[in-house]
C-alpha cells in the first residue's frame, strides 16, 4: 500500500513538473522581438481605402518572411511611406505592386479576392483600435 501512495505521488510531482515546463515554453514562444518580426501592433492604413490593417506577424511569423522580402524594394522602412505614393492604389495592387506582388492568387491569395482578411470597415478598426461610437462608411 505505501508503494502504490508513494508511486501516486512521485508521479503528481512528475506530472506538475511536465505542466509547469509546458507552460513555460507557451510563454516564450509567445514572446515577440520587434526587431526580428517587425511592429507588434497592426499598421492600419487610411489608403488606398480607410480600415486596411496590415500585421507584421501574419507575415514574419507565419509565413516566414523576413524583413528584405519587402523592405527596401516595395515598401520603404518608414512608417507611412507607401501612404504618400500617388500610385498606392488599388489598381497598382492588381497590377502586381506593394502587397500584390505576392498576393497575386499564385503566391499568396489574389488582391481582388478575400477582401476582408485586410479591409476590416470602419467599425472593426474602432473594434481594433478600442474606439467606440464609429459609424460604417461605405466606398
Known amino acids: 500500500m505505501k508503494k502504490i501512495l508513494i ?10 513538473g511536465a505542466l509547469l515546463s509546458a507552460s513555460s515554453d507557451e510563454q516564450v514562444q509567445d514572446e515577440y522581438d520587434e526587431d526580428t518580426y517587425g511592429p507588434k501592433d497592426p499598421i492600419v492604413w487610411e489608403k488606398p481605402v480607410k480600415s486596411v490593417v496590415f500585421d507584421h506577424k501574419v507575415h514574419t511569423m507565419t509565413a516566414e518572411l523576413d524583413c528584405d522580402s519587402c523592405h ?14 500617388e500610385d498606392f492604389t488599388m489598381a497598382t495592387l492588381y497590377e502586381g505592386g506593394y502587397c500584390g506582388s505576392c498576393h497575386d492568387g499564385s503566391t499568396a491569395f489574389a488582391s481582388n479576392t478575400r477582401c476582408t482578411t485586410c479591409h476590416i470597415g470602419v467599425r472593426g478598426q474602432a473594434r481594433l483600435l478600442g474606439e467606440s461610437g464609429a459609424v460604417e462608411k461605405t466606398h
Open 7 to 16: 508511486l501516486m505521488v512521485l508521479g503528481v510531482f512528475l506530472l506538475s
Open 72 to 85: 527596401d524594394d516595395l515598401f520603404e522602412m518608414e512608417a507611412g511611406a507607401a501612404e504618400a505614393n
